[in-house]
């Protein structure tokens, strides 16, 4: 899509050592980008940004020769990364979530990734963290000092957050992911598999939450109209 260069390989290829700010844009996070200037940025300046979302797919492949293969959820990087660090017996950081939440998370990788260090950090519920706020959560990750820094805060708050504080983070890796936070914990249920395999897991999440039922059934009509005008706008250059 104009102005965004999606990763379009496998996650085994990635070099983390030289990857290190990766998010996800789905056609909610595009619509909010095209409004959201600072969103926007941040979303521009990852190093990788990943597909999460079967209508990111279809806009490549429409718009451009050859496209993408696959979408890429930010719960598939999740797993990716936590079998990485688990085999390397490397440390991760989750920062966001409720208290409850982290406790939950870290009990399910203590038996599941069990040669992996966690540190966990709960930031306040709200809109716009203060200076202060955000002095915290830097220091807390920084005396963890982790491999992975997994940051679930919800877009677009958590990549503006990190754009805003990149320099200032200890992580090799520093990864937007937001609701794989609460699929973890096992808060919130993912789609079927089969409806995954069919590219209808934002149908699932529509169907058992009112705010995403809003936020896709508004969204997606946008994008779909937004690429189909850059399709037309292209092929008269």
């Known amino acids: 899509m104009q102005g965004y260069e999606i990763y379009d390989s496998n996650l085994d290829s990635i070099d983390f050592r030289k990857n290190k700010i990766i998010n996800t844009i789905n056609t909610h996070s595009y619509c909010i980008a095209e409004k959201d200037i600072q969103f926007r940025e941040a979303l521009l300046s ?16 429409f718009l451009n020769a050859g496209g993408l293969k696959k979408k890429i959820a930010g719960n598939d990087l ?16 989750f920062l966001g979530g409720s208290e409850e939440t982290l406790e939950k998370i870290k009990i399910r990788t203590s038996h599941e990734y069990p040669n992996i260090s966690l540190g966990s950090y709960s930031p306040p519920y709200k809109d716009t963290f203060s200076d202060d706020d955000s002095k915290i959560m830097c220091n807390e990750v920084n005396m963890f000092n982790p491999d992975v820094l997994f940051v679930g805060m919800t877009a677009p708050k958590q990549e503006k957050w990190i754009h805003a504080f990149q320099k ?10 937001g609701a794989v936070f609460d699929f973890y914990a096992g808060n919130v249920n993912r789609a079927p598999k089969f409806m995954i395999r069919l590219g209808l897991e934002w ?35």
């Not at 979302?53 to 492949?61: P, R």
């Not at 990364?81 to 991760?92: A, T």
């Not at 705010?211 to 706008?233: A, E, G, M, Q, T």
């Open 46 to 61: 990852s190093d990788l940004l990943l597909p999460d979302g079967i209508g990111i797919v279809w806009a490549e492949n």
């Open 78 to 93: 999740f797993l990716f990364l936590m079998k990485k660090i688990n085999n390397e017996c490397g440390s991760v950081f």
């Open 168 to 177: 200032q983070l200890k992580a090799k890796t520093i990864c937007s992911i």
């Open 203 to 237: 149908f699932h999440r529509s169907m058992t939450s009112k705010r995403l039922f809003k936020r896709n059934f508004i969204s997606n009509p946008k994008f779909i109209f937004h690429v189909i005008k850059l399709k037309f706008v292209k092929s008269f250059k």
